[in-house]
């Protein structure tokens, strides 16, 4: 069974703050792997996506990826009360044709004025 | 931009009622993917489907079933509804060309289904 394992949280940061998120997953095949993030009743909107070891930056987000230990985070910069969200860790699996990705159950945010 | 859309917001249907979800693209994606959200289970997903009439079951398929006659439509079917089936229904799509942003899943804005 593929898995997928993220902190429920609630984390809280102040404003301003770093934000830190894990994830780590289960298959050493994966390749591929996303964070998003969902606003309560909204549906889930892509933030990052990383393939290769070492740190991605965008913006005040920046993902982590380490192949090794199976792990990937999330350092969201200078936190504003707008990044008060679920935050989702995915990864993918595939076999010939079909691809699909593995969800972790999230990790809820909130950012303190 | 691509753009993912579902026939309804929000939906009321009775138990035992047939029930019909349908799930558009605009980005010419190979696959879509039906799942459910509730509370405390994250995204499940139901069916997926890589290719016209193709579909395979995801991790919770029983008491759905699918239909994907063009390559632009996906459609998810209750076919007698039942109150462990409210929820909400996102319909998600990727392409399987292109450069490694190829399994970014883009989804639509959500089905909020009551069954009574």
């Known amino acids: 069974q593929k898995e997928v394992e993220q902190n429920s949280g609630p984390l809280s940061v102040p404003e301003g703050a770093i934000a830190s998120l894990n994830c780590t997953y289960s298959d050493r095949g994966s390749q591929s792997f996303f964070w998003y993030r969902q606003y309560s009743g909204k549906s889930p909107e892509l933030i990052m996506s990383i393939y290769s070891n070492g740190d991605k930056e965008d913006g005040r987000f920046t993902a982590q990826l380490n192949k090794a230990s199976q792990y990937v985070s999330l350092l969201i910069r200078d936190s504003q009360p707008s990044d008060s969200a679920t935050y989702l860790c995915?990864?993918?699996?595939?076999?010939?044709?079909?691809?699909?990705?593995?969800w972790g159950l999230g990790t809820s945010l909130a950012v303190n004025p | 931009d691509v753009k993912v859309t579902q026939s309804s917001r929000y939906l009321v249907k009775r138990t035992g009622e047939k029930v019909f979800l349908e799930c558009v693209q605009d980005m010419d994606h190979e696959n879509m993917f039906w799942y459910r959200q509730d509370p405390g289970l994250g995204l499940r997903l139901i069916y997926f489907s890589y290719d016209v009439k193709m579909k395979e079951k995801g991790d919770i398929p029983e008491g759905y079933s699918v239909s994907r006659e063009k390559k632009e439509r996906f459609s998810l079917i209750l076919e007698s509804a039942s109150t462990n089936q409210t929820s909400m229904y996102l319909c998600?799509?990727?392409?399987?060309?292109?450069?490694?942003?190829?399994?970014?899943?883009?989804f639509g804005p959500g089905t909020r289904l009551l069954v009574l």
């Open positions: 998600a799509s990727t392409s399987i060309r292109g450069d490694r942003d190829y399994e970014t899943q883009y």
């Open positions: 995915a990864v993918n699996w595939e076999a010939g044709n079909n691809r699909k990705l593995i």
